[in-house]
């Protein structure tokens, strides 16, 4: 290992020396018609010989730029473009290597020149959108979206495929501004090639009625659209892979893609036993889908899916997809508990072993309507089905302070459940005038019902100390051999109604609204215990057991809200009342029925500034009023778990949420560098906490308290920066910081406390890449956690884990790409009997052929056979240590074929020459 290391560094070292010239190119940039800085304007550089993108720059808000780069070149080719305005072209020398072009004018765009220059802008600024040019970007030739995502300024792809744009997280995907397989962006980014992509828009995430009234978006969201080049949006597309591998691994996946102009229709599928339930093509990608070092038990999965979208006539758009899963997951874990009181200590040891078997159906539809310019008409229906077959086994001791032995429990349990549910979304909106005024109807609904059947044998015994002997002996039982039915029923129902007056022109508006919601829940289950006579489960009702409610939480919300939109800021203040009913019936039970009316002013604002287009700050203020659960308000005492007893408290009161947070957004397209900042406070009045008690015999009675005085802080300081070595080789780093501290107010077996928590988290991660041949990225992070509290008798808690890894990618021999992923981390915290400490190495080698549309790849998972899931979780009243079964070592090899038939010639990807004419 260390010898990989010393010739990694050696090999960049080495890399380091060229005989590149440093250039610097600055200017201004000045309006034509009125003389004013052009914030936001692209300017790069390309080589003149082959129009290869050398290095690129946005202009600031005083129109300035600076352009910082080295290059073989002796001269290149500046171009500077601004939506409105002429394309600036100019050939620039560079004897000198610090020139400054003074003030550069562009000229307006009257469209009416004999020939036009069209070049291709690596970035484009278009007021709330950010667009890259695909073709501006080099990746290797085989890449596929997330590829492409990894080489654009401010966006960052994690192992799992999250995206952040300038540290927003992306949370919607489009493919020509149309769904593409739902709410999962891996499936988009990993299977669609970069080479068909033409361009990448990033704008703020908004509903189709936002951006149909022209409403402000998500300020924390972000969406991508990848749009298609013309000759590629019509053909057939996808790839397929097979895979075996040692420890009888198997995978296999197919996608493939039809699209023509208007229709997209997708199909694809795929299964393995490794762990990965989403979909993974090519076999070259890393184990981004694996679920490692920390996963729960053996999971066999298969999936299926099809997705398609068109247009119907002018008026109607038409998307929707199917999707089909099923899962198998074997789970053996082992748990040792220390449970913390005020007074004393007890211990729990558990083992248990799980076999799970699901399988969901999901159907979901999209039709947008346009009758004209004026009216949007929007319906989104979905049904979704499941069914869950588990079958379980636990064998759980509980000793006191002194190791003695208070109770035992071991239960077999069998359960069948199904679910099905269907949800509609009805939304009706018109516009009025040219201001900005808007009037929209919106209803939901949703249906479900979840039946289940459930058989159960367990036994419970209970010790004591024979003084005579000096033996544990058993003083009490519960023993149980029982079978039940349920059937939880949810009905919801949403209408809401909103008019925005415009007061003064496209800056000042009222929003009016009223919401009113209703979700009604039906929970009744019957249990019946085992006749010894009959030997069969009698028709008598185990009424400790059983239970039939009724729920009803009924919302009407009138409220206003005032927007004053400028140029840099936008404000929004809201109000609202709440008037709540809450309603339980118990039909089992009359006398636990219960009714209560609870009234409430939600308040919210916000403020958003924009310093320049790509720096932005946010201020926000909400006040929300959150009901307890059916479960937290029932005084039915639920004795299914005999050494867990839960009673809810019909007293309980909603909660107030207080929330403040800050966030500031900046990326320097100069500099090649981003900041970003997160505050966030909640302060939570009537939070709704367990309370718990514990008696002689270690059984945990718990219920529910409204509390005052709970609060949590927490920030994150993100910044990244790229530094270009020459044409060829790159570094970038990226620091991030995350801290909390939070103050718990709650109860110990029925003795109340206060508990501080405070969390560190410092992670940093560098990236080294050389012209597509070779990129290595070290990463190290650190978890520090300290618990402190106000009794005495409770033990202050400290903790502190390490993590380093290492992403390798050569490309060093021509058609062969080797990848290594390795990571070691260390936690001292757990238990003896636990491992501390683990190394995880997983490597992948692949081999294109024929032409690169077939790939042949070797995967080793755990190639040191050191994988573990061992994990110490602490709260305020327990520290608990477990391990499970999890993947260890196999090696795979895998084979997959790529099929591409679309419609147009592929050709050069850089800047084209098109001669225009015009007739007047």
Not at 80 to 96: P, W
Request: net charge neutral.
């Amino acid at each position: 290992m260390n010898k990989i290391y010393f010739s990694l560094i050696c090999l960049c070292s080495l890399l380091s020396f060229s005989q590149s010239k440093k250039f610097q190119i600055s200017g201004t940039l000045i309006s034509e018609d009125e003389k004013t800085p052009l914030e936001a304007a692209t300017i790069h550089v390309e080589r003149i010989k082959d129009s290869t993108l050398i290095t690129y720059s946005i202009s600031d808000k005083n129109g300035k730029f600076k352009l910082e780069d080295k290059t073989y070149s002796a001269s290149v080719n500046l171009f500077i473009s601004y939506v409105g305005y002429e394309t600036f072209k100019k050939k620039i020398d560079l004897n000198n290597p610090n020139i400054n072009l003074g003030e550069i004018v562009l000229k307006t765009d009257t469209n009416a020149l004999d020939e036009v220059l069209i070049t291709v802008a690596p970035i484009t600024i278009k007021k709330d959108t950010l667009e890259f040019n695909v073709s501006s970007f080099k990746t290797k030739k085989d890449a596929n979206v997330e590829d492409l995502l990894k080489k654009l300024p401010g966006v960052e792809v994690d192992t799992e495929g999250k995206i952040t744009v300038n540290g927003k997280e992306v949370n919607k995907v489009l493919v020509n501004g149309k769904t593409f397989f739902g709410d999962d962006p891996t499936i988009t980014t990993r299977n669609l090639k970069k080479e068909i992509i033409k361009k990448v828009q990033i704008t703020d995430t908004k509903t189709k009625t936002q951006a149909f009234t022209g409403e402000e978006g998500s300020q924390l969201n972000k969406t991508i659209n990848f749009t298609i080049k013309d000759d590629d949006n019509k053909g057939v597309f996808g790839s397929v892979a097979v895979g075996a591998g040692t420890d009888n691994r198997y995978e296999f996946s197919g996608m493939l893609n039809s699209f023509n102009k208007e229709r997209q229709i997708s199909v694809l599928g795929g299964g393995n036993n490794i762990n990965s339930p989403g979909f993974s093509f090519g076999g070259l990608q890393n184990f981004s889908n694996i679920q490692i070092g920390g996963s729960r038990g053996i999971v066999t999965s298969k999936n299926a899916g099809v997705n398609f979208s068109n247009s119907i006539g002018k008026y109607m758009d038409v998307s929707g997809d199917y999707f089909y899963s099923e899962s198998n997951t074997d789970n053996k874990t082992i748990t040792e508990r220390e449970n913390i009181l005020p007074d004393s200590r007890f211990f729990s040891n558990s083992e248990s072993i799980s076999l799970n078997d699901n399988n969901n159906h999901d159907v979901n539809l999209d039709f947008e309507i346009k009758i004209d310019s004026t009216l949007f008409i929007n319906v989104a229906p979905s049904f979704s089905s499941s069914e869950t077959l588990s079958n379980s086994s636990t064998d759980e001791k509980s000793l006191d302070e002194q190791n003695i032995l208070t109770n035992t429990s071991n239960a077999l349990t069998l359960n069948n459940a199904t679910n099905k549910s269907f949800n509609n979304r009805f939304g009706i909106t018109k516009r009025f005038g040219s201001q900005g005024a808007f009037l929209k109807f919106n209803m939901s609904n949703a249906i479900s019902s979840n039946k289940s059947d459930r058989t159960l044998n367990s036994e419970t015994y209970f010790y004591e100390v024979d003084q005579i002997n000096m033996e544990n002996t058993i003083r009490d039982s519960i023993i149980r051999n029982q079978k039940g039915d349920g059937n939880l029923k949810t009905d919801n129902l949403g209408l809401g109604l909103t008019y925005r007056f415009p007061i003064k022109g496209k800056e000042l508006f009222l929003d009016v609204s009223y919401n009113y919601n209703r979700n009604t829940q039906k929970n009744k289950r019957n249990t019946f215990d085992f006749d010894e006579d009959q030997q069969d489960y009698n028709n008598f009702i185990n009424e400790d057991l059983s239970s039939d409610f009724k729920y009803v939480n009924t919302t009407s919300t009138p409220g206003i809200a005032l927007t004053y939109k400028k140029e840099k800021f936008i404000t929004t203040l809201r109000s609202s009342y709440i008037l709540r009913t809450l309603e339980n019936t118990d039909k089992l039970r009359t006398q636990l029925s219960d009714k209560q009316d609870f009234e409430a002013l939600e308040l919210g604002a916000n403020l958003n500034y924009r310093f320049s287009e790509t720096s932005s700050a946010r201020l926000q203020y909400n006040l929300n009023n959150n009901s307890p659960q059916l479960s937290q308000l029932q005084t039915f005492e639920d004795v299914t778990n005999p050494l867990n007893i839960t009673v809810g408290n019909p007293e309980l009161e909603p909660a107030n949420n207080h929330s403040f947070n800050l966030s500031i957004h900046d990326f320097n397209f100069q500099k090649k560098s981003g900041l970003f900042v997160y505050f966030d406070a909640r302060f939570i009045n009537n939070q709704i906490v367990s309370k718990t008690s514990i008696d002689e015999d270690l059984i945990r009675r718990t219920s529910y308290a409204n509390i005052n005085g709970n609060y949590n802080l927490s920030n994150y300081i993100g910044l990244n920066k790229s530094i270009k070595i020459d044409s060829t080789k790159a570094f970038k780093y990226g620091l991030n910081l995350r801290t909390s501290l939070n103050k718990t107010i709650n109860f110990n077996n029925d003795v109340k406390y206060a508990s501080s928590n405070f969390s560190l988290n410092p992670r940093i991660q560098t990236t080294f890449s050389w012209n597509n041949v070779l990129e290595f990225t070290p990463n190290y992070g650190l978890a520090y956690n300290k618990t402190s509290f106000d009794i005495d008798t409770f033990q202050n808690q400290e903790f502190l884990t390490h993590s380093v890894g290492l992403r390798t990618s050569t490309l060093t021999l021509k058609r062969i790409d080797w990848r290594n992923d390795i990571s070691y981390n260390y936690n001292p915290n757990v238990a003896s009997g636990f491992q501390k400490s683990s190394w995880f190495w997983n490597s992948t080698v692949s081999y294109s052929m024929f032409e690169e549309r077939a790939t042949l790849t070797l995967k080793v998972y755990d190639l040191l056979n050191q994988n573990t899931n061992a994990r110490r979780i602490a709260s305020v009243d327990y520290i608990q240590d477990s391990q499970s079964n999890i993947l260890k070592r196999y090696f795979m090899l895998n084979f997959s074929w790529e099929l591409n038939k679309m419609g147009g010639k592929r050709g050069s990807m850089g800047r084209r020459r098109v001669i225009r004419h015009f007739t007047g």
